[in-house]
């Protein structure tokens, strides 16, 4: 949820957005790609027992905030190098804006039925790293994939995002000045409605008078375009089966209307669209975005699907990814479609 928070005219004060939904899936996903090997063995996580916590964000005339504050356990199965299985949990109590990621209290144990092995101290050592590492990835992502909700810009023009000084002591300016960077060409063409409830257009014009018709004018946004191919072990009407029934394979809460004109909404919200053509077993196009992109703009996206025999190429183009978005949404594809369809259903 974004709320907005304005005087009058057209100076945009202060937004705050929940992202304790997308913050709870993502460590899910990060945490369950944890794996460590070594002489002792492997251990990887395999179950997320406790993800207990919160996340917002808080835009302050430009000055962005970060609050966050969970509790996780996980559960790891550990495979000796003589084959034998032990099993244990990790559990980090501490992971919050408050703390330095090398503050955090990562405790490793064996479940009670366990006998003694070098797989603990395996992961004690690599795996909290490993974790610890990953929990870091989630901080940068959490900054990198909402800043771009957040930074708004107001009647004096676009304010570049301030870190707290707490966030200053984690980031280095060079890694702050590479984060602007990213955004700086995404700036918004279009009028602001959906999420952005009350403001009705937003400007990087001159400064704008109290007349509201002064704050009119829009600008446009630069785009890319990609295209990506994958080879699916499977006939073309189950991968086509596949791509229109998403929840699935998304394995989260998702609704889908698998028609023309059928809207769809999948990973917690993060993803939306509608199918604008469904050619069955044969072509998928649709209107897609991810909900951090300029309010209401969508990008294209065509699936084409070629039957080989006993496997099937999909060829997907990509039109109108916001500039700066484009390896975020290849991986994401790659990542939360190819990969996961792969995973789900072995093909």
Known sequence: MLRLFYFSGCDLIRTERDVSG??????????????VEGPEGICQLTDISKLDGEASINNRKGKLIFFYEWQLRASWLGTSSGGLKYRGTIEVLNLSDENDMDDLDI???????????????????TGVN????????????????????????????????????KNQNQTSKTQVDEHLQMFKPLILDQEVTSDLCMLQQISPAPRCSSSPASCSTGVRISTSTFDLKETFQTSV??????????????????????????????????????????????RIEMRWRFRTWPSEHY??????????GDETELRMECRGVPAGEEDSTREGFNRFYFQAIKQTFGY
């Open 237 to 282: 009407d189950e991968l086509y089966r596949t791509f229109v029934n998403q929840e699935v394979f998304t394995r989260s809460a998702a609704v889908v209307d698998a028609r023309r004109g059928g809207r769809f909404q999948l990973l917690d919200g993060n993803v939306s669209g509608e199918f604008t053509q469904l050619v069955p077993d044969r």
């Open 22 to 35: 997308w913050s709870s899936e993502r460590l899910r996903q990060l945490l369950l790609a944890v794996r």
């Open 107 to 125: 405790s490793v144990s064996l479940c009670k039925d366990q006998p003694d092995t070098p797989l603990l101290n395996l992961m004690k050592k």
């Open 130 to 165: 490993e974790v610890r590492r990953v929990l870091g990835e989630y901080i940068r992502q959490l900054r990198s994939e909402f800043s771009l909700g957040m930074i708004l810009p107001t009647a004096d023009g676009p304010k570049r995002p301030q870190e707290t000084k």
């Open 299 to 308: 990008a294209t996206i065509s699936l084409d699907l070629e039957d080989q």
